[in-house]
């Protein structure tokens, strides 16, 4: 499958963004799907999670409450709501499939992986 995220940018703090990763070549619905992001200088860390059909649902603690994920798999689309933004959420951020277990918030546990979105927030 291949991944296209798009929608990052520029926002200060307090503001909101969404992301879009848009998936072709393969049935997404049989993707489980996660966000992570990569601050300069920094791991690559796990944002968020969701399952093939996107009843469940899995965040870190640095963004739960302010961050929504879902899909809508009839437009092989995953989607990263951000409200609430810090200046600490600047990084670049990733879209990543894998079939076979959702929520791993190991980064090797991914095959498939978008380009990458920048978003900066200032403060």
């Known amino acids: 499958v291949q991944l296209q995220a798009s929608g990052g940018g520029l926002v200060q703090a307090g503001g909101s963004l969404r992301l879009s990763c848009a998936a072709s070549g393969r049935t997404f619905s049989n993707y489980a799907m996660s966000w992570f992001r990569q601050a300069p200088g920094k791991e690559r860390d796990f944002v968020a999670a969701i399952s093939w059909s996107g009843g469940n649902t899995a965040y870190a603690d640095s963004v739960k409450g302010r961050f929504t994920i879902s899909r809508e798999n009839a437009k092989n689309t995953l989607y990263l709501q951000m409200n609430s933004l810090k200046p600490e959420d600047t990084a670049v951020y990733y879209c990543?499939?894998?079939?076979?277990?959702?929520?791993?918030?190991?980064?090797?546990?991914?095959?498939?992986w978008g380009q990458g979105t920048l978003v900066t927030v200032s403060s």
């Open positions: 990543a499939a894998q079939r076979s277990v959702w929520g791993s918030r190991r980064s090797t546990a991914y095959n498939y």
